[in-house]
T-cell receptor
Framework: DVKVTQSSRYLVKRTGEKVFLECVQD?????MFWYRQDPGLGLRLIYF???????EKGDIPEGYSVSREKKERFSLILESASTNQTSMYLC???????????FGPGTRLTVT | QKEVEQNSGPLSVPEGAIASLNCTYS??????FFWYRQYSGKSPELIMS????GDKEDGRFTAQLNKASQYVSLLIRDSQPSDSATYLC????????????FGKGTSLLVTP
């Protein structure tokens, strides 16, 4: 079974803090993705990576950065957290060429 | 912006009936199509993938794809109360690095 883990299920941070969300997958997948999910807006792609040290912007990259130093790990960084970044953050991984994506359990981030 | 459209519901069906969930997409070059189930507060769980026109069956689930009409559907036979969840349609293509473009989901309620 594919396993995607995320570092925290719930996180509360203050405005202006730097926030790190970690994602690890154990299936040697090339592709990894970060989404956020908000009521009424659905899932939106923040960043994705198809190889180590490679990254591509998604639909809403503003205010975020990512790091992929190892194949199994993909980190999402909020450089200076703001209240509008309060959301559910979902990490996913997949093998190449459009095959199925598998999601981690999600991190519910609250920025106060 | 490429669109994936779903009726938000709720779709209410009695236990044992067939639930029919529909999805349309606007990007003609879409190549891969997925259905995810999401329980409240949980992350999306992949239940079906389909890549070519026609039907694909897996247990009680059948996915149907019609690329000419840009339409994909999910049928759930013998619906159970445990099927009550939000069902997300997602599409991807190579032009976007196979990142998923999600619909906003259809809420399904199976009543005993």
């Amino acid at each position: 079974d594919v396993k995607v883990t995320q570092s925290s299920r719930y996180l509360v941070k203050r405005t202006g803090e730097k926030v790190f969300l970690e994602c690890v997958q154990d299936m040697d997948h090339e592709n990894m993705f970060w989404y956020r999910q908000d009521p009424g807006l659905g899932l939106r792609l923040i960043y994705f990576s198809y190889d180590v040290k490679m990254k591509e912007k998604g639909d809403i990259p503003e205010g975020y950065s990512v790091s992929r130093e190892k194949k199994e790990r993909f980190s999402l960084i909020l450089e200076s957290a703001s209240t509008n970044q309060t959301s559910m953050y979902l990490c996913a991984s997949s093998p190449p060429a459009g095959l199925e994506q598998y999601f981690g359990p999600g991190t519910r981030l609250t920025v106060t | 912006q490429k669109e994936v459209e779903q009726n938000s519901g709720p779709l209410s069906v009695p236990e044992g009936a067939i639930a029919s969930l529909n999805c349309t997409y606007s990007d003609r070059v879409s190549q891969s199509f997925f259905w995810y189930r999401q329980y409240s507060g949980k992350s999306p769980e992949l239940i079906m993938s389909i890549y070519s026109n026609g039907d694909k069956e897996d247990g009680r689930f059948t996915a149907q794809l019609n690329k000419a009409s840009q339409y994909v559907s999910l049928l759930i036979r013998d619906s159970q109360p445990s099927d009550s969840a939000t069902y997300l349609c997602a599409v991807s293509n190579s032009n976007s690095g196979y990142a998923l473009n999600f619909g906003k989901g259809t809420s399904l309620l199976v009543t005993p």
